[in-house]
């Protein structure tokens, strides 16, 4: 009876993670601020990548008293079929993360119902659910989904009518459903001080196929 496929976990180019986020993930975009990347094997075989940042806005770790270097986004998981468990891999990564950080004490990291996720590798890995985040708006540009963000470092101003100026006419606003949020405290210390804001985890709302998808 021969075993489940051999798993690497390691370090990897930025230009290898683009790779997989612009093939493998849904939203096909890389971020484009500071990142930690990790690529994942299976027998040899690149099969994802896993993405630490410091996330689309520089308010993420304020609601729980961290400064700036004491924290980061779990910013993109994204990998092709595989037998891994994504909870599993994620976990490998942020031992790695730890090790190289000692000073990280949180990660934070988000679910997008309207893409038919709701956080199942995270309640997989003992991550706390801490709710969902407001509704938010975003762009519609050439087809493509924007975060506002990603606007704005093209040069553009955050709203309407700059976007349909820079990008066309054709540019519109779209209204999404704010997305489920979870935490992953790297020490005793902040696990206890986060513990009351956990809340029950969402009802799955993907299949378990989706589920080994990138989140």
């Known amino acids: 009876m021969s075993g489940g496929p051999s798993l690497r976990v390691d370090y990897c180019s930025r ?14 975009q890389m971020p484009t601020f500071k990142l930690v990347t990790f690529g994942v094997w299976e027998d040899d075989k690149f099969v994802g990548t896993v993405i630490f940042g410091g996330g689309a806005t520089p308010n993420l770790l304020k609601p729980y008293g961290l400064g700036q ?5 779990l910013v993109r998981v994204s990998m092709t079929t595989h037998k891994t468990p994504v909870s599993r891999v994620i976990a490998i990564a942020l031992r790695m993360l730890r090790k190289a950080f000692p000073g990280l004490r949180l990660v934070v990291s988000f679910a997008d119902p309207t893409e038919g996720h709701s956080g199942g590798i995270y309640k997989a890995g003992g991550w706390i659910y801490t709710g969902t985040m407001g509704d938010a708006r975003y762009y519609k540009i050439n087809g493509r989904i924007w975060h506002p963000r990603s606007v704005v470092q093209k040069g553009c101003s955050n709203s309407l009518e700059a976007v349909q100026k820079w990008f066309g006419p054709g540019a519109t606003a779209v209204i999404k459903a704010g997305k489920h949020r979870y935490l992953m405290p790297l020490d005793d210390a902040m696990r206890e001080q986060l513990a009351p804001l956990a809340q029950p985890y969402p009802a799955a709302v993907q299949s378990e196929a989706r589920a080994r998808e990138a989140l």
């Open 15 to 28: 230009e290898a993670a683009k790779y997989a986020v612009e093939k493998w993930h849904y939203s096909r």
């Open 69 to 73: 270097f004491e924290g980061c986004e």
